[in-house]
């Protein structure tokens, strides 16, 4: 049972307002960590720049990357009127960052997009001595963990109903390939020393603090 992507009520992705599900419930995780670091955010798959508007109080410059002209169209909307915020519409693999690096790089619900090797080594690569990597990523249905969903959708589903949970509309939706267990032993290749963990919105949770 993974529901996470499948949507009972749809915010158009013009609409800027400020909304919840089981994607931005991450968002206070997120924004602690870069609080923390108080740094350069990039936000990799950054949707309508959600995080982004939400992490301008503690973060210095904020990046967003995502290969959707309609989603970068939205974020631009939504930032337009602050100045430390770049927002780039291209492939965060293939994309040619030069000499930035980046205290915290985020990926919410954008990892399973790509080639997860290929795109958590490029991350590493960005992140700075001391720096984070933030990964709330979406994993295939399996069990033990599709039990643990099934006890849990009771849960789940109040809190969708408490928080009138919505998705933006016209949004990139594809299939995680990859198990709970394969994403994990995916993440420990290519970041030694995660903290790993499965949350409550049928998500698991990276940390990550680059060691160098």
């Not at 499948?6 to 968002?27: E, G």
């Not at 301008?56 to 995502?66: E, H, N, Q």
């Not at 915290?104 to 590493?124: E, G």
């Amino acid at each position: 049972m993974n529901t996470g992507d499948t949507a009972r009520r749809r915010t158009p992705i013009i609409d800027l307002v400020d909304y919840w599900n089981h994607n931005t419930a991450s968002h206070g995780w997120i924004a602690s960590i870069v609080a923390r670091r108080r740094g350069d955010l990039l936000d990799v798959g950054c949707g309508d720049g959600l995080l982004l508007q939400r992490c301008l109080p503690v973060a210095s410059t904020l990046t967003g990357i995502d290969p959707d002209p309609a989603a970068i169209s939205a974020a631009t909307a939504r930032l337009a009127s602050d100045p430390k915020t770049t927002l780039i519409s291209a492939d965060f693999i293939t994309h040619a960052f030069g000499d930035a690096r980046f205290d915290v790089i985020t990926f919410v619900a954008s990892l399973h997009h790509m080639d997860t090797a290929v795109a958590l080594d490029k991350a590493r690569q960005l992140t700075r001595p001391g720096g984070v990597i933030a990964v709330v990523g979406l994993s295939r249905p399996t069990w033990p963990w599709l039990l643990l969903d099934i006890v849990r959708w009771p849960v789940v589903r109040l809190s969708g109903v408490l928080h009138h949970e919505s998705w933006p509309d016209n949004i990139a939706v594809t299939d995680p390939a990859e198990s709970l267990t394969e994403a994990r032993a995916l993440i420990d290749a290519a970041l030694p020393g995660a903290r790993f963990r499965y949350g409550m919105y049928f998500r698991y949770l990276v940390e990550w603090v680059n060691p160098e």
